[in-house]
Every structure is written in C-alpha cells, then in structure tokens.
C-alpha cells in the first residue's frame, strides 16, 4: 500500500480509470515471510513513505537487536526513520533505559517514548506529521500501534485489544489501513510482524556506523576481527565499548545478507539461463 495512480474520473463522476502508477519515491521491503526458507521474493511492506515510525512496546515487548534489524531495512527504504516506545503509561520504570539503550543503537534517530491511552509523549511526534506527507507504523504485533493511530487521529478508527495478563499485546491488525489525520498527514498502519527478514544488501553500515568507525581504524585492511593483530574491534570488546551482543547481532545480519545475496544471485543467473534455453528454441523454429 502507499501507490500513488494518476486517475481520470468521468463527468458525472461515476466511473474513475487509472491512468498510470506513479514511480516509487520510497519502499519498505522485506523477504517474503511465506514459501520455502531459500525463498528470494520480496514483499513491499509500505511504498511513497515519507517517515517510518518504528514501534517498540516497553516491557515484554522491548528488543534493541530487533530494532537493528528494522533499522536496517527502515535506511534502505528511502524514508526517514523514527523510534517510537509505547506503553510508557505501563512501565514508567523501564522508560528512561529504554530510551538510552536505544539511543546507543540508533544514531541520529530520533527517539520517543509514549502512551497511545494517556496521550504521554504523543505530542512529540507531531514534527514528523506535516501535512501532505505519509508515515508508516511497523512493529511487531500488539505494540500498540492501532491504539496510536486512534490517538493521533483524535477518533475511534482502528479497532483495539486489550493486553494479556501477562502484559503483551494481542494482534488486532489483519491489513493495512491507510488514515488520514486532522492536521492532513496520512498514517498507514501495517499489520504486526512476527518475523522481518531483510531484503537488501546495503545499508548494513548505517545502522552500526560505530562499527564501521571502529573496523577503519583496525592495523589492516582487510582485518578479520578475529586473531589479527591491531584489531580496534576486538579491543574495543575488551575494553568494553562495545558490546559483545551488539558485535553478535552485526555479524548475523551480515550472515544473513550474505546468504541473501547469494541466493539473489543464483536465482538471477537460473532466470538468465531459462531466457537463453527460450531464446534458442525460438531460433530452432524459424525455417530459413
């Protein structure tokens, strides 16, 4: 959802025909959650996105290494990333360390912590609201982000669960809904995400621009991070600034593009070989 159609209405305003689909500006893609695991079809989440808020609950739900990864796929999306924390009115204690474990993980993102009942902290969000430009909520299921479109939108528009005794959320978003607020921005709310597999190879280095920094200063250039000396990333794990579980999870997404890229590739060179086998046929029946 998020295309943009030049459409031509009739003169009595009864029929409508699409004329064209405008050119993407921007789009939130992940591997496609269904279909063997060796799969490399894409999903387009959110296209023509402007800022993508990507909610996290506090409490249960609080995860900085799934925020890497939707960090990752937020940067290559062309849009502008912002964090968002629900449930602050849930867990007034977790809020000032959420916070700064995120900010330690997010650089330059911006970074809210907010309650979709009481309305703490939402009022922080309405920069990223301009009339005339397009936000998407991504998250994983019951963070509550139907509850926030309802208070942004200042009505009941998305129906709502209450949480679980043991403080989760429950999914309630089956599809994506497209909102429009007050003040002229558009919220799409997108249904929860169990699993976010990352699709592109190349926005890896921002999300841990720290550990590119800290790989540039290795001894050599082509350093491992394993047994060489003058390596800045093992002495900065052993000095402790930076941590063991954030270089853990660099090294699997890393894993993971790399196994991606390989299958895109090998799926792209299948398909060339298919065009080739098309092609020859095609000339064994022309008649000369």
Sequence with gaps: MGDWALVRVSGDGTRAVIEAVLERRSKFSRKAAT?????????????????????????????????????????????????VLTKADLYPEDVELAVTETEAIAFGVPVHAVSGITGEGVDALEPHLRPGTTVALLGSSGVGKST???????????????VRSDGRGRHTTSHRELVLLPGGALLLDTPGMRELQLWTTESL?????????????????????????GCAIK????????????????????????????????????EERRARRRMARSFRRVKY
């Excluded at 249960?60 to 960090?71: C, K, M, Q, S, T």
């Excluded at 479109?149 to 209450?162: K, M």
């Excluded at 841990?208 to 000396?229: K, M, Q, T, W, Y």
């Excluded at 000095?239 to 799926?267: M, N, P, V």
């Design 205 to 229: 280095d921002t999300s841990f621009a720290d550990i590119v920094e800290l790989a540039g200063e290795c001894r050599f250039g082509d350093c491992s991070h394993n047994s060489e000396p």
């Design 35 to 83: 279909g063997p695991s060796n799969a490399t079809e894409e999903q387009v989440v959110a296209a023509n996105v402007d800022t993508v808020f990507l909610v996290a609950g506090l409490g249960y739900d609080f995860n900085v290494r799934r925020l890497e990864r939707y960090l990752t796929t937020a940067w290559e999306s062309g849009a502008q990333p912002a964090i």
């Design 148 to 162: 926030l479109v309802n208070h942004l939108a200042g009505r009941e528009v998305l129906e709502t669960q209450d």
């Design 235 to 270: 002495a900065a794990l052993a000095g402790g600034t930076l941590e063991q579980e954030r270089w853990r999870s660099y090294q699997k997404l890393q894993r993971e593009l790399r196994a991606l890229e390989i299958r895109q590739d090998g799926r792209m060179r299948m």
